[in-house]
Nanobody, 118 residues
């Protein structure tokens, strides 16, 4: 049974920091590209950050310089370090595991709420 279990998140003031974690089980973690998405109320889900099996990262322009994605293959866990948070970062954040070569689908975490107050 595949599970992506998210932790972290919560309420923080503008300018603060949070770290999200995504722990995977039931998959060979090393062969999955990993992604963080977010969905704000009334908006479409958007890709925030990605990290390949080899550790190459891609960060959305809206969070570049503030968010950092990383992975620890020994722990089957991915992280999203979020610094200098802004109210517009408020959303439900989802982690995603997707096989190399795939552009859609994969496995999803349960989602975690991040709320940034002004």
């Amino acid at each position: 049974q595949v599970q992506l279990v998210q932790s972290g998140g919560g309420l923080v003031q503008s300018g603060g920091s949070l770290r999200l974690s995504c722990a995977a089980s039931g998959i060979i973690f090393d062969i999955y590209n990993m992604n963080w998405y977010r969905q704000a109320p009334g908006k479409q889900r958007e890709l925030v950050a990605s990290i390949t099996t080899g550790g190459t990262t891609n960060i959305a322009n809206s969070v570049k310089g503030r968010f950092t994605i990383s992975r620890d293959n020994n722990k089957n866990t991915m992280y999203l370090q979020m610094d200098s948070l802004k109210p517009e970062d408020t959303a439900v954040y989802y982690c995603n595991a997707r096989l190399v070569g795939k552009t859609l689908g994969g496995y999803w975490g349960q989602g975690t709420q991040v709320t940034v107050s002004s």
